[in-house]
């Protein structure tokens, strides 16, 4: 059964203090890797798609990496406003996605 | 606003009562999903659209709960005799046609007295 992990649970930050949240996946015939952040009350906005390993794609402060196991998001110097939940989510052969249950990321002034 | 739309934003019901909840997905996406939220946890895949023909249904989808797209652009999600544990925002996205990435709409939450 196809398999999502995000860690940490939780992450708190300095303002400029850059880090890595982890996404690790079971899935056979990964079709996609997908980065979403969500707002609280809101639904999830979309950032990245990667398909394949060793694929890399950046926007502003993020930057989502893949290898055949685990993907990781990078922040580099994050402001508070970068504060959300991060989820990831795989698509393998069918068209639902199975997704982890997110890191939520607080970036403090 | 060309992106998907949910209504309502909000809903309270009491135990035992039905809600219906809509979609408008992006105009141009053919392809409409469901899914549930809870507290913490991320999207659970509920259903899924092609135009107008529901090509997948989750085993969380219970016969109290049912899709409808009928002229392959809305969609509505109902659910019969509200439980408790029916509580959480319902989402939807849409996607194009060989199109992996989802679109999410702003979710329905609803609380279930």
């Known amino acids: 059964e196809d398999q999502v992990t995000q860690s940490p649970e939780a992450l708190r930050l300095q303002e400029g203090e850059s880090s890595s949240l982890n996404c690790s996946y079971t899935v056979s015939g990964l079709r996609g890797l997908f980065w979403y952040r969500q707002d609280p009350g809101k639904g999830p906005e979309f950032l990245f798609t990667l398909y394949s390993a060793g694929e890399e794609k950046e926007k502003e402060r993020l930057k989502a990496t893949l290898t055949k196991k685990e993907s990781f998001l990078h922040i580099t110097a994050p402001k508070p406003e970068d504060s959300a939940t991060y989820l990831c989510a795989v698509q393998a052969g069918n068209n639902d996605m199975r997704f982890g249950a997110g890191t939520r990321l607080t970036v403090k002034p | 606003d060309t992106g998907v739309s949910q209504n309502p934003r909000h809903k309270i019901t009491k135990r035992g009562q039905n809600v219906t909840f809509r979609c408008d997905p992006i105009?141009?996406?053919?392809?409409l999903y469901w899914y549930r939220q809870t507290l913490g946890q991320g999207p659970e895949f509920l259903t899924y659209?092609?135009?107008?023909?529901?090509?997948?249904k989750s085993r969380l989808l219970s016969d109290r709960f049912s899709a409808e797209r009928p002229k392959g652009s809305f969609s509505t999600l109902e659910i019969q005799r509200t439980e408790q544990g029916d509580s959480a925002m319902y989402l939807c996205?849409?996607?194009?046609?060989?199109?992996?990435?989802?679109?999410f709409g702003p979710g329905t939450r609803l609380l279930v007295l």
């Open positions: 659209f092609q135009n107008e023909a529901q090509l997948e």
């Open positions: 105009s141009e996406h053919n392809r």
């Open positions: 996205a849409s996607s194009s046609t060989g199109g992996e990435t989802q679109y």
